[in-house]
C-alpha cells in the first residue's frame, strides 16, 4: 500500500499514477473523504475519553448534588464515546479496506499506455535467418516430441489442458536450467531457498495478487490456503512483521518453486506446446533493500537477468513495460523477451519489478535505522521460468536434423553433452 500522508500531500500525484494505470481514479477520493472520516473520529474519541477521565476524578471529590449531575453526565459520555470508538473503527476499516484497492505509484519515467505501449531500450543478440541455412525451423513442441522431451497428450489426459510431462532429456533440461541458474544467483550473493507453495491469505493479499491478478490464483477453499503463482509470494512474506537492521541489507534469495496460474485471461491463447500453462517451476530473485537504493537494485536485476539470457545465447530485448501493463504493487518493471523464431515475434521470459515500499507497508516489513523504524524496499526478477526458457531453447538452437544445440553454460550440468538428439521412433 501506499504512505496515506504522501496521499494526503499530494494527491494530484496518485489521481495521476491511477490515472496511468488505467485504474479508477475517483478511489483517491474516497480515500481522502475516508481518511479524513478516521481522523476526525478518533480525535472525537480521543477528546470524549478525556473528559471521561476528567470526570471519573472530579466524581468522588463532589458534593451530593454535583454527584447526581456529573453521574448523568458520565452516562451520556458513556454512550457517546462507544458511539465515538465504533465510527473510529468502522471508517479505520473503510480507509484500509480502499488502500488495499489501490495500486502501487508509477514511476515518472514508466511509458503510459497499454499492453502495447512499450518502450524497447535495447536488443541484444542476432536473429537466425533460417532460410539462409536451408530450413525452416519446427516448432518447440514437434522439436520436444522428436527429442522425446514433451508430452502435451498425457499431460492433458492426466490433468487437463494447458498440463504436459518433460520427459528424458526434457526432464534433464529442466534440472539442468535450475541448477545453472541457481548457480548464477549464488555466486551473485544471493541465498538459494526452496519455498512453500501454499501461503495463507495474508502472504499472498500483503504481496498484492489478492487484487487485479486474483483470478489467476487457486484457492483451497477447505484450508484456505492459496497456491503460490510465483516464489516472490512466500519470499515477500518471509519477513512478515520484522524489523530488520540497517545493517543487514541488502537481503537476496533465490527461490526455487513450482508456480501455478490459472491463466483465466488467456482462453485462445498460447495454447499450443508449454509456452503458457497452469503449472511450472521457476528460480526467482527478490531482493529487500533500502528505499533510497531500489532503484539501483531494480537495474542490478535486470543486469543479472540480462547475464542469464546471454549465457543461454538467446537473442532478446529488454523492455520498458507501459503503465496499464504493470502489476498493482509494481512501480516499474522490465521485461527481457526472447525471440521466438515460430512465432516471428520477441515472447516474455524474464520481468523485474521495484515495488519501492508497496509490499512492505502491506506486509508490516521495516527497517530499522539508527532511532528511525520505516518501510523497506521490495524488488522480484524472474530468473529462470523453466518451460518458457525451454522454448526459447529448443526453437532458437535447432538444427536442420531436429537435433538441439546444447547452450555451454548447461552443459555441465548435462553430463557434458553438447547436442540433444532425436529419439528412434
Not at 195 to 214: C, E, I, Y
Not at 338 to 345: F, L, S
Amino acid at each position: 500500500m501506499i504512505d496515506l500522508r504522501l496521499l494526503r500531500e499530494d494527491p494530484d500525484r496518485v489521481r495521476a499514477s491511477q490515472r496511468a494505470r488505467g485504474e479508477d481514479v475517483a478511489l483517491v477520493d474516497s480515500l481522502l473523504s475516508a481518511d479524513e472520516r478516521r481522523r476526525s473520529s478518533g480525535v472525537r474519541f480521543d477528546e470524549l475519553r478525556a473528559e471521561q477521565k476528567q470526570l471519573g476524578k472530579l466524581i468522588p471529590k463532589a458534593t451530593a448534588d454535583e454527584k447526581a449531575e456529573l453521574l448523568k453526565r458520565a452516562e451520556q459520555l458513556k454512550a457517546d464515546v462507544k458511539a465515538a470508538d465504533a465510527e473510529r473503527d468502522a471508517a479505520d476499516a473503510e480507509t484500509q479496506e480502499l488502500l488495499l484497492r489501490l495500486g502501487n505509484l508509477v514511476h515518472p519515467d514508466v511509458p503510459v499506455g497499454g499492453e502495447e505501449d512499450f518502450v524497447t531500450l535495447e536488443t541484444h543478440g542476432s536473429i537466425r535467418d533460417f532460410g539462409a541455412e536451408g530450413f525452416a525451423p519446427k516448432d518447440h513442441l514437434e522439436l520436444g516430441q522428436l527429442l522425446g522431451a514433451i508430452d502435451v497428450e498425457r499431460g492433458a489426459k492426466v490433468s487437463g489442458s494447458r498440463f504436459y510431462f518433460l520427459t528424458g532429456v526434457g526432464a534433464l533440461l529442466e534440472l539442468a536450467l535450475v541448477n545453472a541458474a541457481i548457480a548464477q544467483a549464488t555466486a551473485a550473493g544471493f541465498t538459494p531457498m526452496l519455498t512453500p507453495a501454499l501461503v495463507r491469505p495474508q502472504s499472498m493479499a500483503g504481496t498484492g495478487f489478492l487484487g487485479q491478478a486474483a483470478q489467476d490464483v487457486y484457492h483451497l477453499d477447505k484450508d484456505d490456503l492459496y497456491l503460490v503463482g510465483t516464489s516472490e509470494v512466500p519470499l515477500a512474506a518471509y519477513h512478515m512483521d520484522e524489523i530488520i537492521d540497517a545493517d543487514k541489507l541488502p537481503l537476496r534469495y533465490a527461490g526455487f518453486s513450482p508456480c501455478f496460474r490459472r491463466e483465466a485471461g488467456s482462453h485462445g491463447k498460447d495454447t499450443r506446446g508449454i509456452f503458457r500453462v497452469h503449472q511450472f517451476d521457476k528460480v526467482e530473485m527478490f531482493s529487500y533493500v533500502a528505499p533510497e537504493d531500489s532503484q539501483a537494485e531494480h537495474q542490478r536485476l535486470l543486469e543479472w537477468e540480462k547475464q542469464w539470457l546471454t549465457s543461454l545465447e538467446l537473442p532478446f530485448r529488454v523492455i520498458d513495460v507501459a503503465s496499464g501493463d504493470l502489476g498493482s504493487s509494481a512501480a516499474r518493471k522490465y521485461d527481457c523477451e526472447a525471440w521466438i523464431p515460430t512465432q516471428g515475434k520477441y515472447r516474455e521470459l524474464t520481468s523485474t519489478s521495484d515495488c519501492t515500499e508497496f509490499q512492505s507497508r502491506r506486509l508490516s516489513i521495516r527497517v530499522r535505522d539508527g532511532k528511525q523504524v520505516k518501510p523497506l524496499a521490495t524488488l522480484n526478477g524472474t530468473l529462470c521460468a523453466v518451460p518458457r526458457t525451454i522454448v526459447a531453447i529448443l526453437e532458437n538452437h535447432q538444427q536442420a536434423d531436429g537435433s538441439v544445440r546444447v547452450p555451454e553454460v548447461l552443459r555441465p550440468y548435462l553430463g557434458g553433452r553438447e547436442v540433444l538428439e532425436p529419439v528412434a521412433k
